[in-house]
């Protein structure tokens, strides 16, 4: 069964940064064949999606004010994904998810197959 666990939220000063990490598990094929998407969700907001890569590597951008700040990548180890924030902000406040499925969608709002629980980013001074 496929699992998807976020780490590495906590708390951090305005203009800090962090890496968040997303661990993919049971995958029937390799983790490589798999798309990563990262979304976030403010307390009493939507949960918006950020950013996805795909099985090659490939990059779709949801959230274009995000795009200079916030980095995904794949691991060498084909199950890890990151989010490197940089220049964070107080609104980058959030539970921060990882969700997949088989590749990545135009819209962030399409459906994923399967989530994290999150894990908790606190920009405060």
């Known amino acids: 069964q496929v699992q998807l666990v976020e780490s590495g939220g906590g708390l951090v000063q305005p203009g800090g940064s962090l890496k968040l990490s997303c661990a993919a598990s049971g995958f029937t094929l390799d983790m490589n064949n798999y798309a990563i998407g990262w979304y976030r969700q403010a307390p009493g907001k939507e949960r918006v999606g950020i950013s996805c890569i795909d099985s090659s590597d490939g990059i779709t951008y949801w959230t274009d004010s995000l795009k200079g700040r916030f980095t995904v990548s794949r691991g060498n180890a084909k199950n890890m994904v990151y989010l490197q924030m940089n220049s964070l902000k107080p609104e980058d406040t959030a539970v921060y998810y990882c969700?997949?499925?088989?590749?990545?969608?135009?819209?962030?709002?399409?459906?994923?197959?399967?989530w994290g629980k999150g894990t908790l980013v606190t920009v405060s001074s």
């Open positions: 969700a997949t499925r088989r590749s990545c969608p135009e819209k962030y709002y399409y459906g994923m197959e399967y």
